[in-house]
């Protein structure tokens, strides 16, 4: 099925089946704002209601043992995906890695787990040694002055929300540093993009993964940094 999300100037067309996402100018698209709302879902992300958060994404600054581990584990909520980061600059071997990885698998409940990771050595030596296990280069981000959307955060995945925050909505974050445990939870920052200044005249915001973290003034949220696409004039920014 094909959903429509209506912008200031032009109007997104997305297949939630294929991924793909097509945009024409609005006078072109034939509905108007309240037959448009008609085609957006109200959620649409890969999870199932056994797990209590779609995303975990882990952060090790340093790598627990499996005792640790375990007594971390059973504090948090379950997972549908798990997603641990490793930086470039991480100190850690690729033999860790691999035994924090498989530790995680066996002691989280949770339907896929997600290495992203900078190394190419390192991403090679987790293929061949957890085949189970997805691996994902790490984006270290594009230079310049603008935020740089992402509206497929994984390749063949898309997702689109009406009323939730996508990059924010059933997630918690979690870093271990210094034997100790710390956890974020996005649940206040779930602010629909409709919500949002700009955002809200953006046709791509019912599919847009922003960890940006919106900034209330008044009645109103913003973002603190300007996105490089500019709904206004339907283009992009260099």
């Known amino acids: 099925m094909i959903y429509l999300t209506k912008g200031n100037k032009r ?33 649409y992300l890969h999870g199932v209601n056994c797990f209590d958060v779609e995303f ?5 600054n340093e790598l627990p043992a499996y005792h640790e581990l375990r007594t971390h584990l059973q504090t948090l909520p379950s997972a549908f995906n798990i997603r641990v980061f490793i930086p470039d600059q991480a100190e850690f071997s690729a033999d860790e890695v691999i035994r ?15 290495l992203i990771a900078a190394g190419e050595q390192l991403q090679e030596a987790v293929k061949e040694a957890c085949r189970w296990i ?74 847009c993964f922003d960890p940006r973290v919106p900034v209330k003034e008044g009645s109103k949220y913003r973002y603190e940094s300007d996105c490089a696409y500019d709904p206004f004039a339907a283009a992009w920014r260099e």
């Open 134 to 207: 997805r691996v994902v280069p790490m984006n270290e981000g594009r230079e310049g002055p603008y935020y740089h959307p992402v509206f497929t955060p994984m390749q063949g995945v898309i997702a689109s929300a009406k009323h939730h925050n996508l990059f924010h909505h059933s997630r918690i974050s979690v870093v271990f540093e210094n034997g100790q445990l710390t956890t974020r939870d996005h649940q206040k920052h779930d602010i629909p993009k409709h919500q949002i200044e700009v955002c809200r005249e953006c046709e791509f915001r019912d599919i």
């Open 56 to 60: 975990m994404d882990v952060f090790p």
């Open 100 to 114: 924090f990885l498989k530790d995680i698998s066996k002691q989280a409940c949770h339907a896929g787990l997600v």
């Open 11 to 43: 109007s997104a067309l997305i297949d939630l089946r294929s991924g793909e996402v097509r945009t024409l100018p609005n006078e072109e698209i034939g509905l108007d704002e309240e037959e448009a709302d008609d085609f957006k879902p109200e959620m």
